[in-house]
């Protein structure tokens, strides 16, 4: 069931894969001239601001994306066309036969298709040209505008002028804003029907809370805290600070929202008090966002699951800052509300931008406070660095708005706390990601082991798949860092996603365009490769173990041949996704050939002696084998390497040529049929008849030796010391072959003693001739012969 599933999405992934590459293809026709126009005049106007910049990055973006289709749809067609027009062949010369009617119009017709063709290419170029230097003139005025914005410098708040001025733009607009909600009541009431929208605000809000009810709960047994859990591991605790931040946001969120998107959509929130209503609801949402924030990372309730364990007293004083900067936030954006007003003052938006630049800052210094963070980082320098850090910048934020540099220190002051909060989540996540693969790869029990079988992987995952999800986690964890970074200092979204969408559909360099989106593609159809691959392959190892008769080695030779040919596949798959042309490779698998003469010839030998094995199979995976002085069983045949196991549990790695190019003994290579050997010497005087019939008695009575092919006894020699005799027995199972011999031995001296049959050891006889004449040596010598006699003492 599992695979199925696993098979199901990687099918839609594929579609989905197939759908995007379709998207791409469809033609696009745009008057470009009247498009690109616009943009210029828009550009031209001296109102622009960061809104109208975004406006015209999206526009000019998807101007690009559309040449760019349009180009890529006429060249094909252009080339499609010449092949066309190459298949007449060319034109009859002066004084040559004419060519038929049909074909001179076939001829004519492609002709002018051509040169149409090749122009709305030159025509795409020419806006894609255009396009480009419009999107650098967008860039170069925004950024002209960012940086007058912060090196201007108003009157500073510590002169009157700054206040009565502010005060006075204020009150100007005061009446406007008070009068916005009667306008806006009198302006929408009449044309509005109220029962209508309250019933339908009604069920959404309800449908909402419903839903998320429905969702919160499973999450919450779960994922949520558990008590019970004395010391949760990182990840663990992360995924409860999720649920927990999600519990206590989601909701009043999802109301507040669902109610406000029935209004804009039936058009009761337009105008001036549209705009002041939106921006509060913003206001309330970053409060709501950031006092559950703290109070899931902090988890007052159950310490053991806080993601920063602070001591009580520096938790209730955080939690308690973090409230206060929820109901700033809302008191904020009133105080911001008038600066919403179109003839705003700039005294007055002097002093809403001081009054945002000092909330910010006294709240960075209040949140970085040392005294805070001492007791859970006091060990950790780099935290301390950063806290300090952080207080000193904000102090110079500080300076800057009584030196009347308003812009400079909010944009300093927002940059430092959204860079601290987007580095604070990096950290969390990174450690629980690292927390969560270490489980999915090593756990053996519970929901890693359901999660590695239904993505059709057996035990626990290797190093290097261990490594390589960590790498492929840290480059997704820092890209998301880095784009967070550069919307905290700056950048807008439009112009981040504009980047990524250049990046995406390719970016030229020489004559070699390099597109994200089709490296994306053919890693997608590389993963998805290799994921069926090894569905397939583990598929047949289950069906194949389910019938009977099937040698082992015959298994691993069809899974292991089916899973290279999938990996093949899937590479050459990946490869024309990303748009190389096949052709191609016989470049590359020239230089490779070069590569192979030189210092590659090792490999490549193994590589086909491994492939020489798996068809051949003169060694398959279970036999016992002995190459040289290695003995043991084979455990894995690899495209470079064969692994044996010796009998001590030692694994040998063979290069694959020497099991090729060498002498290999496998003793179960055809079957698994074999023969005990034992030699045995009797002594000299023995009944060979008897000792004949006592050994055979020996093997029949054994039940491991086969009785066709007959056991036999064969006197072998006269040895020095001994009758020898050869005894001969088949089994059917080689691999027992030591086990039996050892019992036959036992079995053999137990009949021996019984039947008094002499097992002689290794003696030696020594016979001296002349032994007379020695003796008279020894005694002209001076020495004693046998029997003389001990002379008297003196």
């Known amino acids: 069931m599992r695979r199925s599933g696993l098979f199901l999405v990687l099918t839609v992934l594929l579609w989905a894969v197939s759908g995007v590459g379709m998207a791409q293809d469809r033609p696009a026709t745009v008057n470009w001239d009247s498009a690109l126009n616009a943009v210029t005049r828009q550009l031209g106007d001296p109102r622009m601001d960061d809104t109208g910049f975004a406006a015209l990055r999206g ?17 094909q067609v252009a080339t499609a066309t010449q092949a066309q027009l190459d298949s007449l062949g060319p034109a009859p010369a002066a004084g040559q036969p004419r060519e038929s009617a049909d074909i001179a119009a076939s001829r004519r017709q492609l002709t002018a298709r051509l040169q149409t063709e090749q122009d709305n290419v030159k025509q795409a170029d020419l806006a894609l040209a255009r396009i480009q230097s419009l999107q650098d003139r967008v860039s170069d005025e925004a950024r002209s505008q960012f940086t007058r914005q912060l090196s201007y410098r108003g009157p500073s708040p510590l002169t009157t002028d700054f206040w009565q001025d502010g005060m006075t733009d204020i009150a100007a607009v005061a009446t406007q804003v008070i009068a916005a909600p009667a306008q806006w009541w009198q302006s929408v009431a ?19 809370v419903v839903v998320l009810v429905i969702v919160q709960r499973p999450l919450s047994r779960h994922f949520g805290v558990d008590p019970a859990l004395a010391s949760p591991a990182p990840a663990r605790r992360t995924f409860a600070a999720f649920v927990a931040w999600l519990n206590a946001t989601a909701v009043p969120m999802a109301v507040l929202w669902s109610v406000y998107g029935v209004l804009a959509t039936d058009g009761w929130i337009t105008g001036l008090f549209g705009t002041m209503v939106h921006s509060m609801m913003q206001a309330v949402s970053i409060a709501l966002l950031a006092f559950g924030l703290a109070y899931a990372v902090l988890s007052p309730r159950h310490p053991a699951w806080a993601l920063i364990p602070l001591p009580p007293q520096q938790q209730t004083l955080l939690l308690r800052r973090v409230a206060l900067f929820a109901v700033s936030v809302v008191l904020v954006s009133m105080l911001v509300a008038p600066s919403r007003v179109p003839d705003f003052g700039t005294a007055g938006r ?267 199979r003169p060694v398959k995976v279970g036999d016992w084998v002995v190459v040289g002085d290695k003995e043991g069983y084979v455990r894995r045949i690899n495209v470079r390497s064969t692994e044996i196991e010796t009998f001590p549990r030692a694994s040998v790695i063979i290069p694959n040529s020497e099991l090729i190019s060498s002498p290999v003994m496998n003793w179960t290579h055809r079957n698994r049929l074999g023969r005990v050997d034992i030699d045995i010497g009797f002594a000299y005087g023995t009944d060979v008849d008897k000792a004949r019939d006592m050994l055979l008695d020996c093997l029949k009575a054994s039940p491991d030796v086969l009785s066709m092919p007959a056991p036999t006894v064969l006197f072998r020699n006269f040895g020095d010391s001994a009758l020898t005799f050869a005894v001969r027995g088949y089994i059917s199972d080689v691999e027992r072959r030591i086990l039996i011999e050892s019992d036959l031995r036992f079995a053999i001296y137990k009949a021996c003693l019984a039947q008094g049959i002499e097992i002689p050891f290794t003696q030696t006889d020594i016979h001296l001739r002349d032994i007379d004449r020695i003796e008279q040596a020894l005694q002209a010598l001076g020495g004693k012969g046998p029997g003389s006699k001990k002379p008297a003492a003196d």
């Not at 526009?59 to 060249?75: I, M, S, Y």
Request: charged share 15%.
């Open 59 to 75: 526009e000019l973006d998807r101007l690009r994306v559309e040449a760019t289709q349009e180009r890529d749809r006429r060249k």
């Open 190 to 208: 009449p044309r509005r029907s109220g029962p209508v929208t309250l019933l339908q605000v009604a069920v959404v809000a309800l449908i909402a």
């Open 350 to 616: 002097n002093l809403v931008i001081a009054a945002v630049a000092v909330f910010l800052t006294v709240f960075n210094l209040l949140f970085a406070d040392p005294r805070l963070w001492r007791p859970a980082f006091a060990a950790n320098r780099p935290v301390r660095l950063l806290a300090w850090g952080m207080v000193l910048l904000n102090l110079l934020a500080a300076a800057a708005i009584l030196l009347g540099y308003y812009s400079f220190a909010a944009f300093l002051s927002y940059g430092l706390l959204s860079s601290v909060l987007a580095l604070a989540a990096y950290i969390l996540v990174r450690v629980a990601l690292r927390d969560g693969l270490n489980q999915f790869a090593e756990d053996a029990e519970g929901r890693a082991r359901a999660a590695r079988e239904m993505l059709g992987m057996s035990g626990t995952l290797s190093t290097s798949s261990q490594l390589l999800l960590g790498f492929a986690t840290e480059i997704i964890l820092a890209g998301l860092l880095v784009a967070a970074l550069l919307l905290s200092w700056g950048m807008s979204s439009s112009a981040l996603f504009g980047y990524l969408r250049e990046l995406y559909f390719g970016v030229a360099i020489g004559p070699v365009t390099l597109s994200l989106g089709d490296m994306l593609a053919a890693l997608m159809v590389l993963v998805v490769g290799i994921a069926l691959t090894r569905f397939l392959s583990g598929g047949l190892n289950a069906r194949l173990e389910q019938q009977h008769g099937i040698d082992p080695g015959v298994r691993n030779s069809m899974v292991t041949g089916l899973t290279y040919l999938g990996y093949l596949v899937a590479g050459l798959a990946a490869v024309a996704a990303v748009g190389l042309d096949l052709s191609n490779l016989a470049i590359i698998a020239g230089a490779l050939s070069v590569g192979i003469g030189f210092g590659l010839q090792n490999i490549v030998n193994n590589f086909v002696s491994g492939l020489i094995l798996l068809i051949e």
